[in-house]
């Protein structure tokens, strides 16, 4: 399982960013798939997630109405489109499958988002 995320940066308050993860190794159309985050000093957080059959979404209360999780089973690739950012919103995004029998949960390498002026 590999997981590889992109589409970080810097953006000021107000800006938009859409993060990409790219995934392979697994049957990705089969999976539900999540993007957390982490700020400095606080522990990981679900941001949103999106189901395997019927693409059903589901999203943190701090991201609803201005975050949008999608995926593309032909690219094997899940999106994140992030718009009206806020300061707050600056972390790490990690992009997470939980895979197997065994229930292991997999990361990307995580993409940093700064929203500052």
């Known amino acids: 399982v590999q997981l590889v995320e992109s589409g970080g940066g810097l953006v000021q308050p107000g800006g938009s960013l859409r993060l990409s993860c790219a995934a392979s190794?697994?049957?990705?159309?089969?999976?539900?798939m999540s993007w957390y985050r982490q700020a400095p000093g606080k522990e990981r957080e679900l941001v949103a997630s999106?189901?395997?059959?019927?693409?059903?979404?589901n999203y943190a209360d701090s991201v609803k109405g201005r975050f949008t999780i999608s995926r593309d089973n032909a690219k094997t690739t899940v999106y994140l489109q992030m718009n009206s950012l806020k300061p707050e919103d600056t972390a790490v995004y990690y992009c997470?499958?939980?895979?197997?029998?065994?229930?292991?949960?997999?990361w990307g390498q995580g993409t940093q988002v700064t929203v500052s002026s």
């Open positions: 997470n499958v939980v895979y197997g029998v065994s229930r292991r949960p997999y």
């Open positions: 999106i189901t395997s059959a019927s693409g059903s979404t």
């Open positions: 190794g697994f049957a990705f159309s089969r999976y539900d």
